[in-house]
């Protein structure tokens, strides 16, 4: 071959590549496109269609809760959003963890077991690496099913606090939190250089029932006071009226998932003359225990979503990211004001919420659904990363359970002991740092009792929500085999409930009550916020008061779970509440997985000291997803805490199972 045909053959690749870079250079960026000419307004409403830095921009725009996904997920979350066309995301944030303790912050570095996925400042400019806009709603009350609609359970404390509202105790609080969080968001507006363009003031509001344009307005302040210059929202669905908003003052958005027109028709009508903007479209739907696994159907999700956008409006797809409760942070609903805990409706571990985006990663055919809908209805054409690839999911062998300890063995050997005269609550022990007990489990233990033949037990009032009943260590709650057992002893549902201790008399007797909190409400009325678990009535035998209580906080925090020792080999019985623990290898590349637990009842599951979530087996959700992040190169433990009776083996699942446990009539 000539020389010359060597050049001309080298410089025609060339002149290809070039030419295929030059397509892809050919479209700016999104952040280009809107700040080609230096930076000089953020969001802008005061027309009937938004504009952003003077040019018209609709938000298309999908919800993505970073602290229900690993941080390492993180970034492959968001450039899918950004390749189905999406050119904002939005995201809530979580008080109840980046305040774990009155006073003491967690914002990546605060050492608490969510540490990782506390970095709001990192996921927010990981979202404008990815070429997104950003809309923030940091509550301070966030619904979003998380446990106490992201209220910190030390706010209880004080008994009368008034969540929600102008209470001076409460605003306080707020300011010294937003005082921190908006520190690290001011920066990070887009008029400063950063991605967020707009934030949200309350959540829903109109949803209380209530009207209370001071309390909004107090919001307004504080966010102003920190330097929040973008622009500030409301949020409700359009039957509340105004009663959540500030109108005139804030953009009010909808929230809905059914009647479009209907819907965006009675927005406008409350406010002629701004943008019309959905601020959550429900893509799917939550789960409550013991109901049926919700999903909308792809084509009513494609159908709505084209006429909200044809109507026209922007929108924020709610959610786009489906992801997970871990630990203890599923909310619940609570259908009762006050007090009465009968109407509770925990949620389940999972948020996949049947979203374009699984819990675990996968493009759904509503994904691509959104993507032709974007660029159809997007005159803006910008730059598109492709859809990164998602890895397959592994499943492991069953694994053998050999070791276990005893729950009344792990009360037995608790330290500490709180000694209290009366029955309390766990937001009210004098523990961590004075902030309470958030979440897990209390124990009230009653030693050196002397009972009658068929002694009975009565619990006053509601179990807040779930009570396992001891005596000598033996478990007298009958065993989880049914929907129907949770109207019976031991549940939240059952008012003034009792059970016989004993059949012949004891003496010097040892009484555990172990109650689990199944969730704070996080939503409605403002008289259902006052979400105190555990116990807080009194407890009677045979209707004599019982008082002198040796009080043990089973917070199961990631440092006490790693270093539990005691275990032994597991015993005959396998029907007391009791810890499991099993180790196993894992090779990189690690890869996600499920932890299936069909064959379990109740309880929870740990993976190497952080709570992976719950088990609770009238269902839905039957296999936990374990998201290969918190996993290891190597050895790997797994803790169940069962609280009835334990199967045989560990197992995992490559895909999510709905339904009920097999051990469910
Ligand atoms: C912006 O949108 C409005 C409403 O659709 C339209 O009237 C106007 O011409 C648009 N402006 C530009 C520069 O495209
Ligand atoms: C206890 O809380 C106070 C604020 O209420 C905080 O300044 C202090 O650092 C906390 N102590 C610990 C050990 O977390
Ligand atoms: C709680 O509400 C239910 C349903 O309305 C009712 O039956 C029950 O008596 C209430 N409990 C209390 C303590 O008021």
Not at 364 to 371: C, E, I, L, N
Not at 399 to 409: A, C, D, F, R, V
Not at 415 to 424: D, L, T
Request: aromatic letters at 12%.
């Amino acid at each position: 071959m000539a020389r010359s045909t060597v050049i001309l053959l080298v410089l025609s690749v060339f002149l290809i590549a070039a030419r295929s870079a030059v397509i892809q250079d050919d479209l700016p960026t999104n952040y280009e496109y809107f700040t080609e000419n230096g930076i000089s307004s953020g969001l802008n409403a005061d027309q009937k269609y938004f504009t952003l830095n003077g040019k018209n921009i609709t938000i298309f725009s999908g919800a993505f809760h970073y602290f229900r996904v690993h941080p390492s997920q993180w970034r492959d979350r968001l450039r899918k959003m950004r390749a189905a066309g999406l050119n904002t995301i939005e995201t809530y944030a979580a008080w109840n963890l980046h305040e774990y303790q009155s006073g003491v912050y967690d914002f990546g570095n605060g050492g608490s077991d969510f540490e990782a996925f506390l970095d709001i400042v990192q996921f927010i400019k990981i979202a404008q690496e990815e070429d997104l806009f950003v809309l923030v709603r940091p509550g301070p009350y966030i619904c979003s099913e998380w446990e106490f609609g992201g209220l910190p359970s030390w706010l209880l404390r004080d008994k009368d606090i008034k969540v929600r509202t102008n209470d001076p105790l409460y605003l306080k609080y707020v300011a010294r939190y937003w005082g921190q969080l908006l520190l690290l968001l001011e920066p990070l507006q887009f008029t400063k250089g950063g991605p967020i363009i707009a934030l949200q003031v309350e959540n829903e509001y109109g949803n209380t029932g209530n009207s209370d344009p001071d309390y909004l307005h107090s919001l307004v302040k504080i966010y102003r006071d920190n330097g929040i210059k973008e622009l500030l929202y409301t949020s409700d669905p359009p039957g509340a009226g105004s009663r959540g908003a500030l109108p005139n003052e804030l953009l009010m958005t909808a929230n809905f998932n059914s009647d479009v027109k209907g819907n965006l028709d009675k927005l406008d009508t409350l406010q002629a003359n701004k943008p019309t903007m959905t601020m959550e479209f429900w893509s799917g739907w939550f789960d409550h225990v013991s109901e049926d696994h919700h999903t909308v159907s792809v084509d009513q999700y494609k159908q709505l979503y084209e006429q909200i956008l044809t109507h026209p409006a922007s929108v924020n797809i709610y959610m786009f990211v489906g992801s997970t409760n871990f630990g203890f942070l599923n909310g619940a609903n609570s259908l009762y004001p006050g007090l009465n805990n009968s109407g509770l409706q925990p949620d389940v571990t999972s948020y996949d919420y049947d979203s374009p985006i699984s819990e675990s990663g996968e493009i759904t055919d509503k994904f691509t659904a959104t993507a032709e809908l974007v660029s159809k209805y997007n005159p803006i054409k910008s730059k598109l990363p492709a859809i990164p690839e998602t890895h397959e999911r592994v499943t492991f062998d069953d694994i053998k359970i050999e070791q276990q300890i005893l729950l009344s063995e792990i009360i037995d050997s608790f330290p500490n002991k709180i000694a209290s005269e009366n029955i309390v609550s766990m937001e009210q022990l004098p523990i961590n740092n004075n902030s309470g007990q958030a979440f897990g489990y209390i124990v009230y233990r009653k030693t050196n009792l002397n009972l009658n033949a068929n002694a009975v037990l009565k619990i006053s009032g509601y179990v807040r929500d779930h009570v396992l009943v001891l005596v000598n260590g033996k478990l007298l709650t009958p065993v989880l085999s049914s929907k129907d057992d949770l109207n019976k002893f031991g549940y939240w549902r059952v008012k003034d409930s009792s059970i016989t201790l004993t059949n012949e008399a004891l003496e010097g007797a040892t009484l555990d009550l172990v109650v689990e909190n199944n969730a704070r409400n996080n939503y409605g009325g403002l008289d259902q916020f006052q979400q105190f678990k555990g116990l807080i009535e009194d407890v009677l035998i045979d209707d004599v008061e019982i008082k002198s209580w040796e009080i043990v906080p089973l917070e199961f925090k990631k440092s006490w779970n790693k270093q539990l020792t005691g275990w032994h080999e597991v015993q005959q019985t396998r029907a007391t509440p009791a810890l499991y623990r099993v180790t196993f290898n894992v090779k990189a590349p690690l890869r996600d997985t499920y932890v299936n637990v069909q064959d379990w009842r109740k309880g929870i599951v740990i993976i190497n000291g952080f709570i992976l979530g719950r088990i609770f087996a009238v269902g839905p959700q039957q296999a936990l997803y374990l998201p290969a992040g918190l996993l290891q190169e190597g050895q790997n433990e797994i803790i169940v805490f069962e609280h009835f009776s334990a199967p045989e083996y560990v197992k995992f699942s490559r895909d999510p199972i709905w339904g009920v446990g097999t051990h469910i009539n």
